[in-house]
């Protein structure tokens, strides 16, 4: 094979996934062009090599992992990323040191570059902790922030590494938003997928307190129904059976059986799509499951 070949295939790979180990990027390179000749392991060892003495790829040492937001034991890893990668992460670190101090006009126009630019460069795990913070600053800036979190979390399965702090904030923010919920629907969805990635109870909580409001209930059932918290709803079944067992009582007052007996049938529903989430997971089930993002 060509080495030109090889080259321009090191390089779309590093595009696509970067940082990358190098052991990794060699194995992903084999199995694209399995069976043909001239693409042995030695053969793409050998490109990449002459891609860093040319700087067209850029080594990353374990020494450095953590500016990349690298999390990896073995000191004996190497990461290959391409230049490009190195400037865009050196960008977004400067403009990230504004979150700490500025008020939500600064907030926004960093969150507007990074919505520019994170569908190609995401944000690594050292990175996304400088914006947990924000989350507790005004509810106009938060549901960025969420989204910019949720949005990693479930495309690019990238996470903070102060995922307690992560958690810790999200909880804030639903009781924050708890009596002005109308305005804030998508980020109480968000919140609670964030939490059922790491099979969180707070989702049911948060469940039972929205139930004190049967019009709140009807409206954010959808994200209770979620693949994402569909484990936790069913792993916390009997914390709501017996929520719900008192409401199922016949009441004197009909108005007030009436209510109980809706909100006793939109949580059964949520507990049954759960169930039968986990009985008869789908073929993308992984998607919503395979998160090892608990420690």
């Known amino acids: 094979m060509n080495e030109s070949i090889i080259e321009t295939e090191i390089i779309n790979i590093l595009t696509q996934t970067s940082p990358i180990r190098t052991t990794e990027l060699v194995r992903k390179a084999r199995e694209k062009h399995s069976g043909e000749m001239g693409c042995s392991n030695a ?3 050998r490109r990449i090599h002459q891609l860093k003495k040319q700087k067209k790829i850029l080594e990353i040492r374990f020494s450095e992992c953590k500016i990349y ?3 990896d034991p073995d000191k004996r890893a190497h990461y290959l990323i391409l230049p490009e990668f190195d400037a865009q992460r050196q960008h977004i670190d400067e403009i990230l040191k504004l979150l700490k101090n500025g008020d939500n006009s600064v907030v926004i126009a960093v969150f507007d570059e990074l919505d520019r630019y994170t569908p190609r460069y995401p944000l690594n795990p050292s990175q996304l902790d400088k914006i947990v913070p924000v989350l507790k600053k005004d509810l106009d800036v938060v549901y960025r922030t969420v989204r910019i979190l949720h949005s990693h979390l479930t495309r690019f399965r990238i996470a903070p590494i102060d995922k307690k702090s992560l958690l810790e904030n999200i909880k804030g923010i639903l009781e924050k938003i708890d009596s002005n919920y109308t305005e804030n629907l998508n980020t109480e969805g968000y919140c609670l997928e964030i939490l059922g990635m790491w099979n969180d109870p707070y989702v049911v909580e948060q469940l039972k307190k929205d ?6 209930l009807k409206k954010v059932k959808p994200y209770y129904e979620s693949p994402f918290v569909a484990k936790v709803i069913d792993k916390e079944r009997t914390a709501l059976f017996y929520f719900l067992l008192p409401l199922r009582k016949s ?3 009909q108005i007030i059986t009436n209510k109980n007996r809706s909100i006793v049938g939109i949580i059964s529903d949520i507990q049954s799509r759960a169930a039968n989430f986990v009985m008869y997971p789908p073929r993308d089930a992984e998607l919503y499951t395979s998160f090892d993002l608990i420690e």
Not at 211 to 216: G, N, Y
């Open 211 to 216: 139930a004190r409001d049967l019009e709140k």
């Open 43 to 45: 053969t793409i060892y």
């Open 251 to 253: 009441q004197d007052d």
């Open 69 to 71: 937001g690298i999390n």
